[in-house]
């Protein structure tokens, strides 16, 4: 049954004349106006509109924290240890490992190796921090998760627009890491890229995106927002230096204890994949591998996460 609206035009409060005109077209405006339906897509849709303006106000400090990091390391490793004769070459443990799984090694130089694997780290950077940061914010002393929590949708929807928007962010990011490597090295100490299979390339990457903004998603719900620095440092850091960005997989052979522990760690999966997408010449795990890893830890930590969202949305 429809509605119609009379505005007052006297009575308490209300001066004691009025322009009926006036009053007429804003009574036609609010009478004719439509009737608000949001739907969980509209909703969703307007959730990520609003990411995507904030990821363009913080367009430059994302893009100078991108670049910091695989800029010095790729300026040492690719650069200043070639140029005073330090340049690093495949070692004879990945070389063999190589030449079982059927890739050479003669000239596989330390930047085809690092390439992925500081992708991969710049993935779960981003990933995590772009959806942990936000989230201590607004449970903690800003409280804007109350506001959108009160949108017409369920709550498990804001979860995954949070998955969503923080796998965005590291997509981003990663492509700013390949544009460094290509640039900057010395001669001869550039990557060797070969892409030959692209939907293997598009499924690395949005498995390493979701994945890590699930386990941002879960980190973020479950971390004390005073201790947020030494959380950080205590999961970033062993998961970078045991998470193959350095050197592949394989490499571990001889340390075989601490090649089946590292295989917990879901960043091990995300350089091996993007080796088997792009440096295809240096050793990796099987595709099949990477990818029910990635897109399982993805179920697992994304169920995890909504689960620990909506318990501390609610409380």
């Known amino acids: ?158 979860g995954i627009q949070k998955i969503t928007a923080g796998a965005i962010r590291a997509v981003m990011a990663a492509p700013i890491v390949l544009l460094v490597t290509l640039f900057v090295h010395a001669a001869d100490q550039g990557p060797h890229i070969h892409v030959a299979n692209w939907l293997m390339l598009v499924l690395v990457m949005i498995g390493s995106s979701t994945v890590t903004a699930a386990m941002g998603l879960l980190l973020g719900t479950m971390m004390d927002p005073r201790k947020t620095q030494m959380t950080f440092t205590v999961v970033l850091m062993p998961m970078t230096m045991l998470g193959c960005v350095y050197y592949p997989w394989s490499a571990l052979h001889a340390i075989r204890w601490l090649q089946t522990l590292v295989l917990l760690n879901p960043m091990v999966y995300m350089s091996e994949g993007l080796r088997a997408a792009l440096t295809p010449s240096v050793a990796h795990m099987p595709a099949w591998g990477v990818l029910l890893a990635l897109f399982g830890g993805t179920l697992v930590f994304g169920y995890l996460g909504l689960r620990t969202f909506r318990n501390r949305v609610v409380n």
Do not use: C
């Open 1 to 158: 049954m429809a509605t119609t609206f009379s505005p007052r035009v006297s009575g308490p409060g209300i001066g004691a004349k009025a322009d009926p005109v006036a009053t007429e077209a804003i009574a036609a405006l609010i009478n004719d106006a439509p009737v608000p339906m949001p739907t969980t897509l509209k909703t969703f849709g307007a959730m990520m509109a609003r990411e995507f303006r904030v990821i363009g106000r913080n367009a430059v400090s994302t893009i100078i924290r991108s670049i910091t990091q695989p800029l010095l390391f790729v300026f040492v490793f690719a650069y200043v240890f070639p140029k005073i004769g330090g340049g690093i070459i495949l070692g004879r443990a990945a070389g063999a490992a190589a030449a079982a799984h059927g890739a050479t090694h003669g000239g596989i130089n330390f930047t085809t190796i690092l390439l992925p694997g500081l992708m991969g780290s710049m993935i779960i950077m981003q990933g995590m921090l772009g959806t942990t940061m936000p989230l201590v914010m607004e449970f903690s002393w800003q409280r804007t998760i109350e506001d959108r929590a009160l949108a017409p949708v369920p709550i498990r929807v804001l």
